[in-house]
């Protein structure tokens, strides 16, 4: 059962294609899976088993004729931001605690339509709103490496999920690094697809322009897998893309021919040495499958960070401030902080972030008429502890350098470029390191194939499920954190 769950969704799909499997033990052996996970990590908001194992049984007994759906069978998890019909979304927020959903929103629409199996809502952050996924309702999402460190954010749950076997699956929303930072720290692949790739309907708004659904999983197929079946337009998104740019049936990590910078900093961020050392090794796995590679200075500073904090209150609090009046008392103190920061900024001000985010993109445009893509790192540290506060990671110094912790945003300002999170290595604590893969507007099929690439030429993890509670082994066989603490995870339960 547990090597069904250690399965990526490709070869769970084939085998429920060719009646190796049926539904019903991929089912099970997620719902295994998550017993395991979920008391030391936390990962999962909801788990819909009894509802998962009936949809599983409908399908096995139901004759396979004409085209197969791609996810027939395949147990799939959806954060607990994206609403999902007749399930409670709480958004991580007691404001939303029993709200329960009456629609399934266009991605959720195409996996049921593609077979897969719904098996749960995972953790989020309140409002989605941190680079760790911890909350008043839900409490804390352990990483699966140590569960004592943070999981990122906001789709932690989701990266913890697929790391660990309890999906092959998972969806994620993506605002300003909420896919890549969870896959970072987790160990496993995250996709912020271009924008209007995958319809993006669940905000009361459609004229946004840095929000996105995306994968994550185990290998950069899944997100191509992933990534086939949630595209195409729909005018529930005015800015779905009509014609995406096709992916390819095979991903081969041939890169003869294909040019990427380099930035090991962005121009701006402090980079962890182990961070570092992981990147440029992953940039000479890439040398060594073809590409030719090449250090560059993108202009950039302080300012980009700036202005996204800026937006990011903005967006909060544009959405979520009546909010405050009931549940103020119960929300994340950061929450709050960062709504009333929202509602005190000036129409002016806020309206001359785009000129900024204007001068990023020509910067980067500049960049990509000699290049195809950009790499860098994902995180400019490893997992955190989870009790740490997040603004120790959120200040600028006065040489005018960012101690963040994640290098994320500034790819949501100019968002139609597509942005891939593969792991690049371990450190000498045995945590995840990761490259980040920026390509041109709209051009999703090459960070897929530099990211395929990587893993190819830089295989590092080999996940164990029989490992847990102490977590996945690396690839040189250290075990880790054999008594994790899960904080304040809470046990599963239904809707």
Known sequence: MSDLAALTATEQARLVRERTVSPVELVDAALSRIET??????????????????????????????????????????????????????????????????????????????????????????????????????????????????????????????????????????????????????????LKPSLGRIPMDILPTVFDDMSHFGPLTRTVQDASLFLSVAEGPDDTDISSQRRPVPLPDRLDGDLTGIHIALSEDLGMYEVNPEVRKNLLLAADALRDAGATIEPVELGWSAEIYRTWMDWWGVYLAAIFADCLADHRERMDPKVVTLIEAGLAKDAVSFARIDQVRTRQWYELARVFERFHALICPTMALPAPDNSADEDAFEFIDDSGRVHGLDMTSPFNMVAQCPALSVPSGVTSDGLPTAIQIVGRRFDDPMVLKIGTAVEKRRPWCLWTPELLPSGPVAANGTGLNPNPSPGKCKSVTNP
């Open 37 to 190: 996970v979920q008391p030391v990590c936390g990962p999962f908001a909801f788990v819909f088993a009894e509802e998962a194992r009936k949809e599983a049984t409908r399908l096995a007994r139901s004759p396979l004729r004409g085209s197969i759906p791609p996810l027939l069978g395949v147990p799939v998890a959806f954060k607990d931001f994206t609403p999902t019909q007749g399930h409670r979304t709480t958004r991580g927020s007691f404001a939303f605690e029993n709200w329960v959903a009456d629609y399934d929103p266009v991605i959720v629409r195409r996996f049921k339509q593609a077979g897969a199996i719904v098996i749960g809502k995972t953790t989020t952050p309140e409002f989605a709103h941190s680079s760790f996924t911890r909350s008043p309702l839900w409490g804390m999402t352990g990483n699966p490496w140590d569960p004592a460190r943070s999981a990122g954010g906001s789709s932690g749950g989701s990266g913890v999920a697929v790391t660990t076997g309890c999906a092959a699956l998972a969806e994620g929303t993506d605002m300003g690094g909420s896919v890549r930072i969870p896959a970072a720290l987790c160990g496993c692949v995250g």
